[in-house]
């Protein structure tokens, strides 16, 4: 349970960058994780336990992405105009005891009362998040590993199967263009 506490955030993470949905990156890290159980003891210790572990991660993801790729999902063919969720959660509005009864429970925040600072931050942190997504999958995947889940070199190269130059040049073209997304935001906010 301590594994799955500690690497569980970062191993969907992971999977996202394979697939196309939350819900099929959970049932990416939890095939994974029966991986993990069913190959424990052939695990021979060549490669730190994470980085095996990741490594039957980013395996399983790329065989359900591939997959997902070949097939249609049955949900996609359903029209737009399913109305099955509301478009506010229903918690929002004052209870029907209430004076007010289905009334905003409280008044969205302003975002001039925030201090620029962490509105800014808030900002950055989107567009950062925003550059990395639209990159090419291999570039996304190094940079994630490394900048975002604070893998090492080696452990980085394991999970993806890539060698060490190759890490270096997708780590370094995929921070050059977050660099260059997130100085165009700068100049912006400077303008």
């Not at 890290?29 to 730190?48: I, M, P, T």
């Not at 600072?117 to 990159?135: D, P, V």
């Amino acid at each position: 349970m301590d594994l799955v506490r500690l690497y569980g955030p970062s191993m969907l993470r992971v999977a996202m960058m394979y697939v196309s949905s939350r819900a099929v990156a959970e049932e990416v890290v939890q095939e994974a994780w029966l991986g993990v159980l069913r190959g424990l003891d052939r695990f021979e210790g060549r490669s730190s336990l994470k980085t095996w572990i990741f490594r039957i991660l980013t395996n399983t993801a790329k065989t359900r992405g591939e997959r997902e790729g070949r097939s249609v999902p049955f949900t996609s063919l359903a029209g737009d105009d399913e109305g099955d969720e509301p478009a506010v959660d229903a918690d929002r509005f004052l209870g029907p005891d209430h004076r007010w009864s289905g009334h905003w429970a409280s008044t969205p925040r302003n975002p001039h009362d925030l201090p620029d600072e962490q509105l800014l931050s808030g900002e950055a942190r989107e567009r950062i998040a925003a550059a990395i997504e639209a990159l090419p999958e291999n570039h996304r995947a190094v940079i994630t590993l490394r900048d975002v889940d604070g893998f090492d070199a080696a452990e980085a190269c394991e999970i993806l199967g890539i060698s060490e130059a190759n890490q270096r040049v997708l780590l370094h073209r995929a921070r050059a263009k977050v660099r260059a997304a997130l100085e165009d935001y700068l100049d912006e906010e400077a303008a």
